[in-house]
């Protein structure tokens, strides 16, 4: 079966599923093969679950009729996306980095709704899986998308621009993240520079925090550059108050004036920023620009402000690496507050320079006075300190719980294995 006869099936039946579980009658369910699953046996549930179509790479499944022969279900999944992309002549936004990806993608999406029919990556369905399916779930009536893109080694993100095709793009930043896969920090500007490349190549348009020189020198070559940063920019600002939520001053560009935001940490300075960049190449007036940004409140543990009582708590806990710990630590460090409890959960993927970056992580907390500090599992165990240290997420918990606390901020930060915020419950 060529894409085109199946694209011709999918205009019929343009739900996609890869999970039964979340099926529902008149979908098109893909049968993926993982290291611990083979979908192929699940397509007759799916079938009996009411799905139109099966598509299968095992002939043993066959269901005559029903299913949907193919020689690699993935990569006909991804090669479906990127023929349903080619229909469209939209931009299309791709973002990617090692911090603030998702928090940008949600930013740049509240402000081009304000006046386009935007569709963007739900939640952070961003790897090989997640971006077809966000692709395909892109209507006719679109008029903007916006396409986040993680990676943990080379060569992923050139992959997804294959199908992606985007128009626009953004590197929201290149720090110590993924290590282990893109073998450092250089590795990681390239990984995540092959956004760049393909806008090189296809005569797109990069938005670019000028304030980052290594992001100056990557995005030389593209086409079309529009800045953003601290000063000399296109779009500049600077932060004007963080204490705890942020509020963004813009100072030059047509959208001037003070965005106040229900965002934690002035580490998100660069995130609106970027929005406000692109609402403003995009014409979409400045009031909308401002009232969207300042409606979006951050949500799934990323930068969120939860209150328990008389307690504050700072739940950034949907993931971290050294660079966005660091951030995280000294913008609480920084906060107006006299009882501050730390909870870190340990930082994964970062191979040989693992327990190095953990004690630099313990060297920067004992620079500032804190009323209790709680490291979790990983290489935190493996360092000599003075602070609590529990196993993991559910023993944290317990030791919070007999305390007490009243009056007092928390930061509870750690990597997505760690699941910090369960410590809360």
């Known amino acids: 079966m060529t894409i085109e006869e199946l694209y011709s099936i999918y205009l019929q039946h343009p739900q996609?599923?890869?999970?039964?579980?979340?099926?529902?009658?008149?979908?098109?369910?893909?049968?993926?093969?993982?290291?611990?699953?083979?979908?192929?046996?699940?397509?007759?549930?799916?079938?009996?679950?009411?799905?139109?179509?099966?598509?299968?790479?095992?002939?043993?499944?066959?269901?005559?009729?029903?299913?949907?022969?193919?020689?690699?279900?993935?990569?006909?999944?991804?090669?479906?996306?990127?023929?349903?992309?080619?229909?469209?002549?939209?931009?299309?936004?791709?973002?990617?980095?090692?911090?603030?990806?998702?928090?940008?993608?949600?930013?740049?999406?509240?402000?081009?709704?304000?006046?386009y029919k935007t569709y963007t990556t739900e939640g952070n369905l961003n790897n090989h899986i997640g971006i077809p399916l966000t692709l395909l779930k892109i209507r006719s009536d679109a008029e903007m998308a916006v396409i986040e893109m993680g990676a943990n080694h080379q060569k992923e993100i050139e992959g997804y621009c294959k199908y992606a095709q985007p128009t626009h793009g953004i590197i929201t930043n290149c720090g110590k993240a993924h290590l282990e896969g893109f073998g450092g920090v250089e590795g990681v500007r390239k990984g995540k520079g092959e956004l760049y490349d393909y806008l090189k190549a296809h005569n797109g348009t990069a938005f670019v925090m000028k304030d980052y020189d290594y992001l100056q020198t990557m995005s030389a070559g593209i086409p079309h550059i529009i800045t953003y940063g601290s000063k000399d920019a296109d779009i500049s600002g600077h932060v004007r108050e963080s204490d705890p939520f942020l509020s963004v001053e813009i100072t030059n560009g047509p959208a001037t004036g003070t965005i106040s935001t229900q965002l934690v940490g002035d580490y998100n300075f660069p995130n609106v920023l970027v929005a406000v960049t692109a609402g403003v190449f995009f014409k979409v007036p400045a009031d909308l620009i401002h009232a969207a940004i300042a409606a979006y409140t951050p949500s799934n543990s990323r930068s969120q402000l939860v209150k328990k009582g008389t307690n504050t708590i700072i739940l950034d806990a949907y993931n971290a690496n050294p660079s966005s710990m660091l951030l995280a630590i000294e913008n609480f460090a920084r906060l107006e507050a006299s009882n501050k409890v730390l909870m870190l959960g340990a930082m994964a993927e970062l191979g040989d320079e693992s327990l190095?970056?953990?004690?630099?992580?313990?060297?920067?907390?004992?620079?500032?006075?804190?009323?209790?500090?709680?490291?979790?599992?990983?290489?935190?165990?493996?360092?000599?300190?003075?602070?609590?240290?529990?196993?993991?997420?559910?023993?944290?918990?317990e030791w919070l719980r007999q305390q007490s606390l009243e009056n007092t901020h928390l930061l509870v930060k750690g990597s997505r294995s760690m699941q910090m915020e369960k410590a809360l419950q």
């Not at 979340?22 to 098109?28: F, R, V």
């Not at 469209?88 to 930013?107: H, Q, R, V």
């Not at 360092?383 to 997420?393: G, K, M, R």
């Open 356 to 397: 190095p970056e953990h004690q630099r992580i313990i060297a920067l907390i004992q620079q500032h006075p804190w009323k209790e500090v709680v490291l979790v599992g990983g290489d935190f165990l493996k360092i000599d300190h003075p602070y609590h240290a529990f196993a993991d997420s559910t023993a944290a918990g």
């Open 16 to 115: 996609v599923q890869t999970d039964t579980r979340k099926l529902k009658p008149g979908d098109l369910f893909f049968a993926l093969k993982g290291d611990q699953f083979n979908g192929n046996q699940f397509a007759a549930a799916a079938l009996d679950a009411g799905a139109a179509y099966a598509v299968i790479d095992d002939p043993a499944y066959t269901i005559p009729g029903k299913t949907l022969l193919t020689a690699d279900v993935l990569t006909t999944l991804q090669e479906l996306a990127g023929h349903h992309r080619s229909q469209f002549n939209i931009p299309f936004i791709a973002i990617t980095g090692s911090n603030g990806k998702t928090t940008t993608k949600e930013l740049v999406h509240a402000v081009l709704s304000a006046r």
